[in-house]
């Protein structure tokens, strides 16, 4: 886990240093690398309520909707960021900001 923050830390830091270059071109390279780091985290979200749900499996019930984790680990950005949603990370209004970034011409990097 303490890798994971710390590679997602040396992603945004090295998007502040493409922002402050001032150019349009690096302002977009530092986008899209805030957008995988959006991303992974989301993913690593998923991956982490499915462990949880293995630990389930000796009981009845799992704690999370196996559905919606399933689909949260799939490739579908737009999925993903749902299923999450779905599942207690944020609520409706962060989804909906989260899901606006096409506006802006990014494209999440595959996990």
């Not at 780091?37 to 499996?57: I, K, M, P, S």
Request: aromatic content about 8%.
């Amino acid at each position: 886990m303490l890798q994971f923050l710390a590679d997602n830390i040396d992603q945004l830091d090295l998007a502040l240093d493409q922002l402050a270059v001032q150019d349009r071109n690096f302002d977009r390279f530092a986008l899209m690398l805030v957008d995988n780091v959006v991303e992974l985290t989301l993913h690593r979200y998923a991956q982490d309520r499915a462990a949880e749900n293995q630990f389930w499996g000796r009981k009845e019930e799992p704690e999370h909707d196996p559905k919606l984790v399933e689909k949260a680990l799939r490739q579908s950005f737009d999925n993903k960021a749902k299923a999450v949603r779905d599942l207690g990370l944020y609520g409706e209004q962060l989804c909906t900001t989260v899901l606006n970034r096409k506006r802006l011409g990014i494209t999440p990097c595959q996990v």
